[in-house]
C-alpha cells in the first residue's frame, strides 16, 4: 500500500513537474514573440526619417509589453513634436501679415521689434524643450508614471534598455542637429525681418498709411518686395 502511495505521489510530481515546464514553455515563447514584435516597431521608429514620417500608432503587443510599446512611440513622438513646431514656426512667419498698419500705428515700428522678439524667444525655448526631453532622467521618469500594474521592475527596464539604447541615442542627436539647423533658418529669417523693418525706418518718407493700408511710393517698391523673397526663401 506503501509503495502505491509512493507511485502515486511520484507520478504526481511529474505531471507537475511536466506542468511546469509546459507553462514556463509557452511564457518564455509568449515573452519572446512580444520582445520581437517590440523590437521590430522601434527599428521601424529607427529607420524612419522622424522629421517627415508619421509614428505607427497601432499598438503590435499586448498587456505590459503594449504599455511599453505605446511610453516608445509617445516620447519619441514628443522629440518629433518639437521639431514639427520649430519647422511650423519658421514656415508660418509670414511678413505680408507682420508688416502692417495695425503693427504699424503712425510709423511707429515697436510692435514689429517685440513679434521679431517673441519668435526668437520661441526659437530657443523650443530647443531647450527639446534638450529637456532627451535627458536620461526624463525618458525614465516617462516610464514610471505609467500605471503598470504587473512585473513593474521588468517592463520599466524593458523600456529604459529601449530608449536609452546607443542606437536611440545616436537618433536623438541625429533629430537635435535638424531641430537646431531649423532655428538656424528661423533666425536667419527674423534678420531678415530686420533688413524690411530698417528699410521703412530708412524710408519713412516714401510710405504712407491710408485706409489701414500701407501704400509704398513707387520709387522703393522694387527693393521692398526684393527684402520680402529675401524673407520668405527660409
Known sequence: MENKKTIIGIIILVILIIGLIVVSYFYNSYNKNQINLLAEETNKLLESDLTIDEIDFNIKTEK??????????EYISKIKNIYTEMDNTCIGINPDNIFIAENMPDKNLDEIDVIISDYKEKGQELLEDYDELIKEENIKKYIEEKNIKTRK??????????????SMKTEYQIIRKEV??????LYSKLNELEKVKEFFEKNKRSWSIKDNKIVLNSSIVGEYYNLINRVNEY
Request: charged share 25%.
Open 64 to 73: 505590459g509589453f503594449a504599455t511599453v510599446e505605446n511610453a516608445i512611440k
Open 153 to 166: 521592475k521588468y517592463y520599466t527596464n524593458l523600456y529604459t534598455t529601449t530608449m536609452l539604447s546607443d
Open 180 to 185: 537646431s539647423a531649423r532655428k538656424d533658418d
